[in-house]
C-alpha cells in the first residue's frame, strides 16, 4: 500500500502557514505517495481546498488525517505548539513519523509525550547545514521571508523615505539602515533595503561574510575585536562570551547612533538571544528611528524589546515582531513544502518508505524513532539519556 502523507490545519495562534502546498502534493505523487488534507488547511496560506483535491489530494476531518497518515507533515510540531498542540498527540499512533519545527534543543516536556506516544520526529530546525541539505534548509527558507518583512516594517514605521529623492522641493537624503547579522535573514535584509534605496551598514562577527555583504552594496562595519570561533561546524552561529558582546556593545554604539533604521538577527539555536544593543545604546538613535528585532522569539537581540509588542522608547520606535514568515503565508508555505517535499525524497520511492538512518540528513534531523532519544546533540542540550525507553521500538 502506498504511503499516505497527512498535512493538518495548523492550531498555533496566528498561524496562516500550511506545510504542504497543492503543487507539492503534486510533487509526492511523482514519488508514489498519497496525500490527505484537513479540511480548510490550507484556506490562509490562499490555498482552497478544491485546489489540493485538482492535485489528487484527500480532503478529511482532523481525526481522519491523522489516523490514515503515515506521516504528518506540520509547519509547527508539538515542541512548537506545546499548548494547542497536545490534543493531537491522542491521535498520534506508534510508528507513525512526524515532520515539523519542534524546538528540540528546549522542548523536553514535549519531546518525551512524543516518545510516550512511539513517533518517529523529524526537526526541521536540525537539517544539517551541508550542500547536499540546502535544498531542505527550511530555518534559511523562514529566515529570507523574515529578513524581506522586517526591512517592510521598517519602512512603514519610519518617518522618512528610504531612497534619495532629487524633486522640486529640494533633495530628499537617503535613509541609513544597519543590520547586525549577516546570516541569510540579515542578507535578505541588506538587499531589500538596497532594493528601497536606503544607504545600508551592516556587520557581523564571522568576517567571513564581508564579500556576501559587499556583493550586495552594503558596507561591511569592522570593529576591533577578536572573534574566532563563531560558528559552529554545522554552520549554525556559537554564543560567544559575555566579555566580548560587552566590548562589541561599546564599538557598535557609535555606529548605531548615525543609523535611522536597525535591524538585528543574531540567534543562536536552542539559546537566548544575545544583547547586542543595550538601552543607552538605543537612546542615542534619533528620535523616529525605528529598530526592527527579528530575534524577538528569542527574548531579543535589544535590551528594549518586548517579544510580539511595538514600543516607543525616547521617540524611537523598538518593534519585536514574532513569526513573521507567518506574515507572508503563500509564500512561506510554498519554500516550506518544497522544503518537506526535498527531505522526503530521501525516504519515499516508488510510493514505499525507506528510512535509511545512516544517511546524514536523516541521522541529523531524526530527534525520536520510536520509544528512543537518537540524536545526540538534543540528548546533551535536554540533559536526556539517548538510550531506548520502556514500551519498546518502531
Known sequence: MAVTVGVPRETF??????ALTPRAVEALAKLGAGAIIEDSAGVEAGFSNDLYTAKGARIADRADVFAQA????QVRALGANPEAGRPDVRLMRPGQIVIGFGEPLTAAPEIMELLRAGVSHFAMELVPRITRA????ALSSMATIAGYHAVLMAAMTLPKMFPMLMT???????ARALILGAGVAGLQAIATAR???AVVSAYDIRSAVKEQIESLGAKFVVLDIEAGGAEDKGGYAKAMGEDFYRRQRELLTEVIREQDVLITTAAVPGKKAPILVTAEMASAMAPG???VDIAAERGGNCELTHPGETIVHHGINVMGPLNLPSTIPYHASQMYASNLVALLKLM???GELNMNREDEIIRETLVTFG?????PRVSEALGLTPVKQAGGGN
Do not use: F, Y
Open 13 to 18: 495562534p496566528g498561524e496562516r502557514r500550511v
Open 70 to 73: 503515515d506521516i504528518i507533515l
Open 134 to 137: 540546502q535544498s531542505m534548509d
Open 168 to 174: 522640486a522641493a529640494g533633495t530628499i537624503t537617503a
Open 195 to 197: 532594493r528601497l534605496g
Open 289 to 291: 528611528s525605528v529598530i
Open 348 to 350: 519515499v520511492n516508488k
Open 371 to 375: 520509544k528512543e532519544v537518537v540524536n
